[in-house]
């Protein structure tokens, strides 16, 4: 069983909408870490939070811990922010992160 | 600044070979890891090192080795090749165990006919 849940599992934007990707989760963590796979293959980290809200150029990423939830959120989207998204916990009793599946993210021009 | 280096990008076994697949570092980062990827899964935890001669499994350790001679190398071993172990096989590292930054490296491709 995924401790880690992402929804939508696939997403098809036009250029420029507001994107939103969420990932819930079962347990008390410590940390959630957003993860950004290019086609290529290649993992890259967006964000580690803990509480609150952080922002990135266009990304910006929140965590509610009480109800275990975190939405990344990407401003007038890009076709270059095609890209599968992965969110990852570590687990307040454990020192191992868990990943979701991701989110396979598509905008077309 | 390399980051994380792995070698190969792609490699094709045939049942039963061994290989060694390759990862290094030069961060200085004491926790390194080695993860797969499998359609429709997470990626998985298979062995990790939180310092040079200091490694235990993850959640899928089977049929695979490891060891930590230096801080920079970690090198994972399959010791006989099976198809389910076809993945993508994902090296990281961190400044520690827990819940700090993963770098990840560019992945390999490992296919076992």
């Known amino acids: 069983k995924n401790e880690v849940e992402q929804s939508p599992q696939n997403l098809t934007a036009q250029e420029g909408e507001f994107i939103t990707i969420n990932c819930s989760y079962s347990?008390?963590?410590?940390?959630l870490h957003w993860l950004q796979q290019h086609p290529g293959g290649g993992i890259v980290s967006l964000f580690m939070?803990?509480?609150g809200k952080k922002k990135h150029g266009r990304l910006i990423a929140t965590i509610n811990i009480q109800e275990k939830h975190s939405s990344l959120h990407i401003t007038a989207s890009h076709p270059r922010d095609s890209a599968v998204y992965i969110c990852?916990?570590?687990?307040?009793?454990?020192?191992?992160?868990?990943f979701g599946t991701g989110t396979s993210l598509t905008v077309i021009p | 600044n390399a980051g994380v280096t792995q070698t190969p990008k792609f490699q094709v076994l045939k049942t039963g070979q061994s290989m060694t697949l390759q990862c290094a570092q030069d961060?200085?980062?004491?926790?390194m890891s080695w993860y797969r990827q499998d359609p429709g899964m997470g990626l998985r935890l298979i062995h990790y090192?939180?310092?040079?001669?200091?490694?235990d499994q993850g959640e899928v350790p089977n049929g695979y080795n490891v060891s930590r001679s230096t801080t920079e190398d970690f090198p994972l071993r399959l010791l006989s090749a099976a198809p389910s172990q076809t993945s993508v096989y994902f090296c990281?590292?961190?400044?520690?165990?827990?819940?700090?930054?993963?770098?990840f490296g560019p992945g390999t491709r490992l296919t076992v006919t």
């Open positions: 961060m200085n980062h004491e926790y």
């Open positions: 990852a916990v570590i687990p307040d009793t454990g020192n191992q992160f868990y």
């Open positions: 347990v008390g963590i410590s940390a």
């Open positions: 939070l803990s509480s």
């Open positions: 090192s939180v310092g040079a001669g200091i490694t």
């Open positions: 990281a590292s961190s400044i520690d165990r827990g819940p700090y930054e993963q770098y």
